[in-house]
């Protein structure tokens, strides 16, 4: 089943999916708002939420991409689950798994009915994503092995079409004309590049890329761990954004997937990022993102709270939340935008599996520790104050 988007095509998109028994997963229910952020420590069951929010809705895109790629599925859904999650990682799916989305239950036998290839709606860019360009250059989907998820493998041939037919004569990757606004741009550059120029480079006979800082050629290999890590995620957003090509067609997604938007970035740098997936949301799509970043909640936080403010001053809040100019192009980003559903969740491990909570108020006095402490994205900071206060009080420096 694959759901369309109201705005461009009259069909609705998800609104619920659930989850039991499926994995770590003991009891997952997520309502999707036009951003829903997921909270929760590492192996709690964020990504297979996302990997499966994924099969469901681009189970005909994927079942006949396999087939092109000549895997042998022979009528068995446990293989094309095998090479979806990874190999041997189709025994997640239990007989007691329960898999509903918007009220309809989904059993294994549904990825063998396949039907027309209407295209992806959802684009998903994975936390692993520095593995699609280890070597500086998009790498294609057959040279990942099986223990690889297809949306790895997924996201690196999306990234090597645009790498090769997206750009047009451009041999400059950063800054690139006509894909991301001024602001965003200049602060991608201020805590990420300093200035340097990422360009394409054939020398080697295979297109890589290549930093020039001053007189300075660099190869992907000698950048930062926080540049190798940005790259990707740069190039994911050139795809959603600018011009659309025929390889790689922005107006046919519906859903954006961002894992860990957050890794190897400076919070200036996180926060040009919020403005982009705004940008995106502004733009019809619906979000999600898994994340263990402070910054993405306190935006989520404060957005909450804007909310509740006059509209007329709500977009003034959100420019100077942002250090944006009101008069400034980037402020339309804004209008209208704080109409727009925010969820969040923490998936939390608990003596039976990992269960989900619904903490979108982020009401910081609530009495579910959950909910109070952000996740536990706010947990270390509460103790840090708490200390420190107790003690001040006892043998603080008089003034």
């Known amino acids: 089943m694959t759901y369309f988007c109201m705005y461009k095509n009259n069909y609705r998109k998800m609104e619920c999916m659930k989850l039991t028994n499926f994995g770590p997963i003991k009891n997952l229910n997520i309502q999707l708002g036009d951003l829903t952020i997921l909270l929760g420590p590492q192996a709690s069951g964020k990504t297979l939420f996302l990997q499966m929010l994924k099969l469901l809705v681009d189970q005909n895109h994927i079942v ?3 087939t092109r790629y000549n895997y042998v599925i022979d009528k068995q859904p446990d293989k094309i689950l095998n090479y979806y999650f990874g190999d041997r990682l189709s025994t997640m799916w ?3 798994t329960l898999v509903e989305a918007d009220g309809k239950n989904y059993e294994k036998d549904f ?4 039907g ?3 295209g992806e709606k959802v684009f998903y860019i994975p936390a692993q994503r520095i593995l699609s360009i280890s070597d500086g250059r998009p790498k294609n989907f057959m040279e990942y092995d099986i223990s690889s998820p297809y949306v790895l493998r997924n996201f690196s041939e999306t990234l090597r079409l645009f790498f090769q037919n997206g750009m047009g004569n451009e041999q400059t990757i950063f800054p690139l004309n006509y894909r991301l606004n001024g602001v965003v741009k200049e602060s991608f550059n201020d805590t990420i590049f300093h200035g340097g120029q990422v360009v394409i480079d054939e020398q080697s006979g295979q297109k890589k890329m290549r930093m020039k800082v001053g007189d300075s ?11 190798k890590e940005f790259m990707p995620l740069l190039m994911a957003i050139y795809c959603l954004t600018g011009p659309v090509i025929k390889t790689i067609n922005r107006e046919q997604y519906e ?4 894992e860990e938007p957050e890794m190897g970035l400076h919070p200036k740098a996180i926060q040009s990022v919020i403005m982009q997936i705004l940008e995106f949301i502004k733009s019809g799509y619906k979000v999600i993102v ?9 935006f989520a936080w404060a957005y909450r709270l804007i909310q509740q403010f006059p509209p007329n001053i709500q977009q003034q809040a959100l420019c100077d939340l942002f250090e944006i100019s009101p008069d400034s192009n980037v402020s339309k980003i804004f209008q209208g935008i704080t109409n727009r559903e925010m969820k969040t969740y923490y998936f939390a491990h608990t003596l039976s599996g990992v269960k989900t909570f619904d903490i979108s108020s982020l009401n910081i006095a609530s009495e579910n520790i959950e909910e109070s402490e952000w996740g536990g994205l706010s947990q270390f900071a509460s103790k840090a104050s708490d200390v420190v206060s107790k003690y001040m009080m006892r043998y603080g420096a008089d003034e």
Do not use: N
């Open 64 to 66: 006949q991409t396999l």
């Open 217 to 227: 050629s660099l190869p992907f290999m000698t950048w930062s761990a926080g540049q």
């Open 290 to 298: 898994s994340t263990h970043s402070s910054v993405m909640l306190e």
């Open 116 to 118: 027309e290839d209407v």
């Open 94 to 96: 239990k007989e007691e």
């Open 255 to 258: 859903y954006i997937i961002i």
């Open 111 to 114: 990825l063998l009915r396949v």
